[in-house]
Each structure stands twice: as structure tokens, then as C-alpha cells.
């Protein structure tokens, strides 16, 4: 059974910077794509990043490009999310999950969630 936590979630204020980390339990975790999302209460849970198996390949939601960086390391079957200069429209839970295919779109493992909060 495969097990996703996500940890490093907080308080910090704007400009601030956080690392999100997402420890994956189970075989194969270097086979699989990874991603960040994140959610606001009533709203939908939205894309922020996501890794290939390798991490050698990326992709950022705009708004995030060149404030957060998403890295992985296989040997620790883990995935981090980087977030530096945080804004107030960065408070969220944000969500790690396992893609089931690099492109697919489609995950099959999430974990609870960490929240993240930014004081203006």
C-alpha cells in the first residue's frame, strides 16, 4: 500500500520562503511522476508543479514560475517543493500526489496535506 505525507507546511510572512517535502512509502517510487497541488477552501485543487521520474523534466503553474522549484530524490523516495518569495495568494493546503503516467493528468496516490499560510 502505497502511503504519500506531506511536511514543512506553516506560518511565514510575505517574501518568505518554505520546503515542502512528500515522503512516499512503498516500492517504485522512482519510477513515477510526482506533483504539487494546492486548494482554498471553495475552490477546486489547483496545479502548482510536477516532476518526471527522473526529475529531469518540470512543469510550473504561471504563477509560480521562478518562485518555487520542485525536486525529487529517489534514493530518499521523496519530493520537495521549494517556495520562495511566497505571497498571501500562496495560503493553501497544499496536496502531493503520484501521477499515474507523465501527461496523463492522472493521479493515483494524494496525501493529507500540509498548510501553508502567508501573512501579508
Known amino acids: 500500500q502505497v502511503q504519500l505525507v506531506e511536511s514543512g507546511g506553516g506560518l511565514v510572512q510575505t517574501g518568505g520562503s518554505l520546503r515542502l517535502s512528500c515522503s512516499h512509502s512503498?516500492?517504485?517510487?522512482?519510477?513515477?511522476?510526482m506533483g504539487w497541488f494546492r486548494q482554498t477552501p471553495g475552490k477546486e485543487r489547483e496545479f502548482v508543479a510536477t516532476?518526471?521520474?527522473?526529475?529531469?523534466?518540470?512543469r510550473y503553474q504561471d504563477s509560480v514560475k521562478g518562485r518555487f522549484t520542485i525536486s525529487r530524490d529517489n534514493a530518499k523516495n521523496t519530493v520537495y517543493l521549494q517556495m520562495t518569495r511566497l505571497k498571501p495568494e500562496d495560503t493553501a493546503v497544499y496536496y502531493c500526489?503520484?501521477?499515474?503516467?507523465?501527461?496523463?493528468?492522472?493521479?493515483?496516490?494524494w496525501g493529507p496535506g500540509t498548510q501553508v499560510t502567508v501573512s501579508s
Open positions: 512503498g516500492r517504485m517510487f522512482s519510477t513515477y511522476a
Open positions: 516532476i518526471n521520474w527522473s526529475g529531469g523534466t518540470t
Open positions: 500526489g503520484r501521477q499515474t503516467n507523465w501527461g496523463s493528468d492522472l493521479y493515483d496516490y
